[in-house]
């Protein structure tokens, strides 16, 4: 049995508890049983941020993906990444008071369903109207508890803020959800009418966010798989009418019927500096339809669908499988640090061993 090597101490409260040796925060933390902000165990979704006030750790993996070097010097780990090399004392989002140096440090929100629209027959609009403002950045997800369920209540789903801001609070947030067959919360979403249920919302989490370095004459490729779109959505939104970037959208989704994002980048385009082109892909799009666009899969496409690759920087959304295939055409033209992605990872996609 692993003995007890340091302690955890949690900045500005009387939470402390024990790491046994080779143990990471985030399991430590889930043994001592405190609820910790978190989900994917893996260091892939970004919801176990906290920063280090004093102490060491070691990261068992490489989280440039989800920490800039700046932040790092600064002091952001990843909960299920760190590994003590001595006591430490952390300011953990949601745990430690609110950081007043921090507008869009996550908190915990009060929530009601104010509406669920389909958006085509497997993805709806969900809006959320908000008992507290949400600060957050053009990108990021936040976790959503129903207080009222079971699993949900202690289990949340992570959600990407599908409306862009920049710098102003949000009372309504607005979430695209995908329907996942056996999804636990997907099944309780798309039930029944959930209009008036009490949800809570924890954020915002992620670092998927406009880059400092995009501006006047930047080249962008956004890649959205289904329900992907809503990230994207938000970072086109909040920088519409302020820099002139040339972007083209590229959008895998089944068939036509699935393709519910073309208004939104219309809209969008009626506002755009520069060019916004909007690319759909269909995988089981029926042969012989009326469909004159592209088929098959999303990366197939990339080298004939952008002129210049190795001059864009990219954006990622949506399924895991696609985004990694995706990372595999772009991360051979294309700078790591040009290139963003959120995965929409679900319970199927964490393996048992780890979030164990
Ligand atoms: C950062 C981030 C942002 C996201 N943003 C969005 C978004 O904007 N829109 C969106 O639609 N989704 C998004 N997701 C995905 C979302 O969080 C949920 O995972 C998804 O909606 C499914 O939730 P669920 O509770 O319905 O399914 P879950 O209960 O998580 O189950 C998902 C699938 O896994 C299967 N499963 C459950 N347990 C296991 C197991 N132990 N082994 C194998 N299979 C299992 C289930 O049968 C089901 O098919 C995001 C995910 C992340 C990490
Ligand atoms: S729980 Fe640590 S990055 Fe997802």
Redesign the pocket.
Known sequence: MARVEHTVVVEGTDISFSVKKGETVLKAAARNKIVFPS??NVG???SCRCSLKKGQIRLKRDVSHQISDEQMVKGDILACQSILQSSVELHVPTLSPANSDDPEEAKKIEARIASVVPLNTD?VDLTLALKGPLTYHAGQ?SLLFVPSHPVLSTEP????L?RGTSTESADTVQ????K????????WLFGEDRTGESVILEGPF?SFAWSEQEGKNSKVLFIAG???Y??VQALLEARRDTASIDATVVYGARTQADIYCADSVQKIQEQWQGSLRFVPVLSQEPEGSDWTGLRGFVHDHLQDVVEDLPGHSAYMCGPPPMIDACLGVLGECIETNNIHY???????HIS?EEVG
Do not use: M, N, Q
């Open positions: 989900l994917c892939e979704c970004g993805i997800f789903r992570s959600y990407s599908a979430f695209h959800v995908r996942v067959p056996g999804g636990v919360f997907t099944e992620g289904g329900s992907g809503a990230p959120d995965k929409f990872l679900d319970r199927s048992a």
